[in-house]
């Protein structure tokens, strides 16, 4: 008796979840921003830091959003995960931890880079600038982060790329001076 009380409960579990995949197919785009970085393996890093973040809880609704995610590689590859794991997560640094997500963000646009001019400035969510330049086929962000994948999300979407991007001000000693 106690086994066939277990074996239903296992199956009732399984039927919700079950039902709970089915409610969105395997290609359809997330319901947020938020949600599409937290569903790709490979934006772990960037997703974890947006947890922390009051970045992470504004692009959790579900608005017009283009956000711009370093893939961990890349992160790893030129030394920003400790940043993002260690140093700004911690809540003294919370501060600068949304300066610098922000400059990540570009609110209340869907930018298409596919159609959009070959060069194009735009304002990031902690007011900095944003530059565009399309190189050869490919994309520059800042003149320096790539666009190497894109993922819908919504209303919005999330460009991965292959670096972080710091705001101009930025540097290591802003962590000691601000």
Do not use: C
């Amino acid at each position: 008796m106690r086994r066939m009380a277990i074996a239903g409960v296992l199956t009732s579990a399984a039927l919700v979840a079950a039902a709970g995949a089915a409610q969105r197919p395997a290609n359809a785009p997330s319901a947020s921003v938020a949600d599409a970085v937290a569903g790709d393996a490979r934006l772990s890093l960037f997703a974890g830091a947006l947890r922390q973040s009051e970045v992470g809880a504004t692009v959790e609704r579900e608005e017009a959003w283009t956000l711009f995610a370093p893939a961990d590689r890349a992160l790893r590859n030129e030394g920003s995960a400790f940043l993002l794991e260690t140093v700004l997560v911690v809540p003294e640094n919370g501060e600068r931890l949304d300066d610098v997500l922000g400059h990540h963000l570009v609110r209340g646009t869907r930018l298409d880079l596919d159609a959009d001019p070959e060069s194009e400035v735009v304002t990031s969510a902690s007011g900095t600038a944003l530059a565009f330049e399309r190189v050869g086929s490919g994309l520059r962000i800042d003149g320096h982060a790539v666009v190497i994948d894109r993922i819908d999300a919504g209303k919005g979407v999330v460009y991965v790329i292959d670096r972080m991007l710091w705001p101009e001000y930025w540097s290591a000693d802003t962590l000691v001076e601000r």
